[in-house]
């Protein structure tokens, strides 16, 4: 009350009562009314105008005799308006019974009443009543087009025969009473959804008593223009979930179904895995993790008026949400072509492959248009995308499948050279090109490769019965194996944590003495730390006085393996046969020289026993474990 105080010449007063002419008047008013009511199962309130429902008589008879008690004791005065007991009510704009809800005959009148545009603002007076009573009627968009095609701001000012004849129309279809149901969170409830090239369309659905289905409400808006460039299967993702959204009034904290004529909507929004999503579908799947829902298939024409709305959809503008959202999802996928660890040039020649490429082209068209609704209708070419379609998209200009580069035909040889480097084998390439890079039939590319290799299958090594393994530790460096070997006349020591796999190799230039072995342990144990066991073989370097009393002063325990049984050591024979490999390929010449370069190649593997841990290399891919940051 202080908030009106005033200021006269005989001092300064207040009203003790709500005056007229304040603002906020109307939202005070409804706060306590609502604060009145509350608690009153069956009474609505809308600023003056009280609703009092029941099933019955009796239920009426009993919620009206508590809110009159509470007005009493208020202080309110009533109208002498009130009616009681009426089977049928108007209420803000509607005609409310036991059969549901009508548009109010009186405003429908008063549309089809209405003289005939003269100018742009007379359209959109004509528009926004005929918006109102739009969610009754689902082919009101439709008829309208033409004349709401005169809102746009490129368009010029005529009514034609197109607008006279949208005109006529809507007024005629404004006869036909459409009655929608009353909603009921205790029937059964279906949303369908449908998106065509410029708009979305949705209608809730509720299974009645009687068991047949009526419509609740309606719903429809075009699309922007950002989200018009969408693929079609991501229009339909987008039609879903807005539609949810749209309705979440009706929809939070019920069990639902949702019907799409997109089949492979099905399992990209239920059960297929996020990391074989593009970006823009994992989060209208995320929003969408707020909904209880199961989703089906119809064909499309059993979805005549969803499709009919998205084909004819109510004008919209974009919400201030929806358009942080686009602004994210676009910085999403620019951050996913920034994270690529290939250098600027390696993209370059990606994407002018990509662009020159004929096969690359229909698909970027695909990706782009839609994809046709049937598998014959594809260009041959493209055949082999069909069944990942789906997962297909384009960010930053890079043809992708989710976050993997779509190598074209010509770059592929060299492409299945660099994921080969190491000589590592079939799985192990596999791997990284599952991180990187897809075509069709990458995976059988790889494996060709692999065998074909002479590298390769010179230092193949027999398979042997599999050794029993050791419990694998909690965490990096704690359990270690070593052991010395020899290559062209030089001696080498050799270490591997059981933890990571992670191999560390020595030169030991002075020799093999417990002298040269301790240095050099002494070395690493700098770097990274003493393990808590160290495993070896029984060599002479190991099983000195010297050694025992290095374990000592480090601290940590030493482990020898069996006597004649280098097998029970098995960890660390397994690193030395993989440095003897890696030094015995890099002695042909298409081989990359160097110790270190293979050192990379087998430690930038993925590895799960690290939660996928991997340092760059020289294949372009994604990196997965880039964290993005989106202004």
């Known amino acids: 009350m202080l908030l009106t105080t005033f200021i006269t010449p005989e001092g300064r007063y207040y009203f003790k009562r709500l005056p007229f002419g304040i603002s906020s008047a109307p939202e005070h008013f409804q706060k306590r009314i609502s604060q009145l009511i509350d608690g009153i199962d069956g009474v609505l309130c809308h600023a003056d105008d009280v609703l009092i429902t029941g099933k019955d008589r009796a239920e009426h008879d009993d919620r009206l005799h508590r809110v009159l008690q509470k007005f009493r004791k208020s202080g309110l005065t009533l109208n002498e308006k009130c009616q009681f007991a009426l089977t049928e009510v108007r209420f803000l704009g509607h005609v409310i019974n036991s059969q549901g809800i009508r548009a109010d005959p009186d405003k429908i009148k008063a549309i089809r009443d209405m003289p005939e545009p003269k100018d742009v603002a007379d359209v959109r007076r004509f528009m926004g009543m005929v918006n109102f009573v739009g969610k009754f009627s689902p082919r009101l968009p439709d008829l309208t087009k033409p004349i709401r095609d005169l809102l746009k701001t490129e368009n010029s000012w005529t009514w034609g025969a197109p607008q006279q004849k949208a005109f006529l129309d809507t007024k005629k279809e404004l006869g036909s009473e459409t009655v929608l149901a009353q909603y009921s969170p205790n029937h059964e409830t279906m949303v369908s959804a449908d998106a065509s090239s410029y708009g979305l369309g949705g209608v809730l659905t509720q299974k009645q008593l009687g068991g047949e289905w009526r419509p609740v409400v309606f719903i429809s808006r075009s699309l922007t223009k950002a989200e018009s460039r969408y693929a079609q299967i991501e229009k339909e993702a987008l039609a879903t979930t807005w539609a949810c959204e749209r309705l979440r009034g009706y929809l939070s904290g019920l069990d639902f179904t949702i019907r799409t004529d997109h089949k492979p909507l099905i399992t990209l929004l239920k059960s297929r895995a996020l990391d074989d999503l593009p970006p823009r579908i994992i989060r209208f799947r995320l929003r969408l993790l707020r909904f209880n829902f199961n989703i089906i298939h119809v064909p499309g024409k059993n979805l005549i008026t969803a499709d009919a709305l998205s084909r004819a959809p109510l004008p919209a503008t974009a919400t201030e949400a929806e358009q942080d959202l686009e602004k994210e999802c676009k910085a999403y996928l620019d951050s996913v072509v920034e994270s690529l660890p290939a250098t600027p040039t390696k993209l370059e020649q990606i994407k002018s492959a990509q662009t020159s490429d004929n096969t690359c082209k229909r698909l970027r068209r695909y990706i782009a248009n839609g994809w046709p609704e049937h598998r014959r209708d594809m260009h041959e070419l493209?055949?082999?995308?069909?069944?990942?379609?789906?997962?297909?998209?384009?960010?930053?200009?890079?043809?992708?499948?989710?976050?993997?580069?779509?190598?074209?035909?010509?770059?592929?040889?060299?492409?299945?050279?660099?994921?080969?480097?190491?000589?590592?084998?079939?799985?192990?390439?596999?791997?990284?090109?599952?991180?990187?890079v897809w075509w069709p039939g990458v995976t059988c590319a790889v494996k060709q490769m692999v065998e074909r290799c002479e590298i390769c299958a010179r230092e193949a090594q027999t398979p042997v019965e599999p050794l029993l393994t050791t419990d694998l530790p909690s965490r990096p460096w704690q359990r270690v194996a070593a052991d010395l070997f020899q290559w062209q006349n030089g001696n080498y020591l050799v270490m591997i944590d059981y933890f990571s796999r992670y191999i560390e190799v020595c030169t030991l230039p002075g020799g093999t003495t417990a002298k040269q072995t301790i240095a050099r342990f002494k070395a690493v144990f700098a770097r990274y730390g003493c393990p808590e066991v160290l495993v070896?073989?029984?060599?002479?370097?190991?099983?000195?006085?010297?050694?025992?009393?290095?374990?000592?002063?480090?601290?940590?325990?030493?482990?020898?393996?069996?006597?004649?049984?280098?097998?029970?050591?098995?960890?660390?024979?397994?690193?030395?046969?993989?440095?003897?490999?890696?030094?015995?390929?890099?002695?042909?010449?298409?081989?990359?020289?160097?110790?270190?370069?293979?050192?990379?190649?087998?430690?930038?593997?993925?590895?799960?026993?690290?939660?996928?841990e991997e340092t760059q290399n020289t294949s372009p891919s994604v990196t997965a474990a880039a964290t993005t940051t989106v202004a």
């Open 536 to 612: 070896t073989d029984n060599g002479p370097q190991f099983s000195c006085h010297e050694f025992s009393q290095f374990a000592r002063d480090y601290d940590f325990t030493h482990v020898t393996s069996s006597p004649r049984y280098p097998r029970s050591n098995g960890e660390a024979e397994r690193a030395v046969r993989t440095v003897k490999s890696l030094l015995e390929k890099g002695r042909f010449p298409q081989s990359s020289a160097g110790l270190q370069v293979y050192s990379i190649g087998t430690r930038d593997l993925p590895s799960t026993t690290t939660d996928g």
């Open 382 to 436: 493209l055949l082999p995308y069909w069944p990942e379609r789906s997962v297909l998209h384009e960010g930053g200009g890079l043809l992708m499948k989710g976050e993997r580069l779509i190598i074209p035909e010509h770059m592929r040889p060299d492409i299945l050279q660099r994921l080969h480097q190491g000589h590592q084998g079939i799985n192990k390439c596999l791997a990284r090109a599952r991180e990187s």
